[in-house]
């Protein structure tokens, strides 16, 4: 049992009972910070005094009074409209064998209820080596959809390859200049070419396969084929030593054709017009602050266009939500695909677009600057390899993704406290080993004699977790998993300091400690997953 859900539940009933409508979403149930206070409380009362135009005293008494008596020892009104309620003892003490029987399934949820959903990230142009931003988006997109997944729905991971464009054109140019360089054929790359190693790395391997077969004329398509080959699979492979597998890889190139674009116009037909040569899209008619170019002057398509396109298809694969995780220059693009969309006839809820803010890392105190175009700077393997992929994911969804990160490589590799991962992580091998020291003792799944504060407030934690995976697979904040993963180590680290977990001498109260340790180590476990972080059993 969740017990968040549950009252939530219960007051929305109350609530209706009283003739008030509310979303059970926007019930807030807050876990108490003093036990005499209860286990949770609300301040529903308080938010529908103004809409009621009623005291909140007076809104909490109602709710109180058709609440089912049945599910909490104690429900009272507090201060100038809170609700606390007091859960049963046996309720609480339940958790622990509903936890240790789920097992790696505690925390899932069906309030997606099978709605299909895409989340489409990283998308990285593959001209080169992931960069932090991508990095950060990489991590991100990923862990929102394990959410996604525990809460319920179904989710597809997508990439996007921009295999079209100057960017392409000049991947392939580069590549055939070192090509020829290769070969000691002085060739100069273009202006605005690539650098880095790998360029060199893709056309010596060229050179070792097929000679000198093209030193005398350029092919293009066969150049650009390569290099669009070559540095996705670099890519891919960095991902999945990230721990990132995509279900989906989408290609510019297939995107972009002549029929798909032609079958979009004639959707888009109404809200199309001429203007000085150019074509337009009416955008602000659906709440974009001016209209689109869909089509310059010159006959050329805007990248808006085939963006349109891609969405379509997305959005024609039965995918019911669409989630885009993008750069932090690409505000302005929200509110112009979102009007697309509804030209289209999708709901105004299909399109969700999460913005990133900039990466910086620190070390020793300073910024380390960057460049991919240069070959010089950080990139995600390089980043993983001196700090560690836990950390590494850890780090950057441990802040909201519309906040800027600077990232302490320092502090990543600290082996203390105040490491973060650290910290989390050495909770989870304190449990286990606990659990081997008890081995003999045995386990109490029943939770009987749990009764110290520090034992009530991690069994009101673990209780929670559905309810927070819940909340953050719906408001797309990874951030509040390794919030709940940080409060769950400290609750632990208070209870096995306070609480003698082993003890000979008292066998019963062991073997329900043990118990609430095998609770807490599952979910600690389960949390650190969804982050897609390792929990080591020793350290």
Known sequence: MDFVINIKQKVLQALQKIGVSLKLEDIVIETSKDPLHGEYATN??????????????????????????DVFSKVEIAGPGFINFFMKPEDMSDIIQKIIHAGKKYGSSDIGKGQTVNVEFVSANPTGALHLGHARGAALGDVIARLLQKAGFKVTKEFYVNDAGAQIDNLGKSIYARYLQAFDVSSDLPKDGYYGADIIEIAQSIKEEVGAKYVSSYDEAFFKAQGIKRELQRIRMDLEYFRVNFDVYSHETSIRTTDKIKRVFEKLDPYVYQQNGATFLKTSTFGDDKDRVVIKSDGSYTYFLPDIVYHLDKAERNHRYLIDILGADHHGYISRMQAALSMLGFPSDTLTVEILQMVRLIKDGQELKMSKRTGVGVTLRELCDEVGVDATRYFFVARAASSHLDFDMDLAVTTSNANPVYYAQYAHARLSSLLSAGADIGIDEAGIGLSTDEEKLLLRHLASFGSEISDAAISKAPYKITNYVQKLATLTHSFYTICRVVDKENISLSQARLGLVKASQIVLANALELLGVSAPTRM
């Open 44 to 69: 529903v009362a308080m938010q529908l005094a103004r809409t009621l135009k009623t005291a909140p005293q007076t809104i909490a008494e109602k709710i109180v009074a058709n609440l089912d008596p």
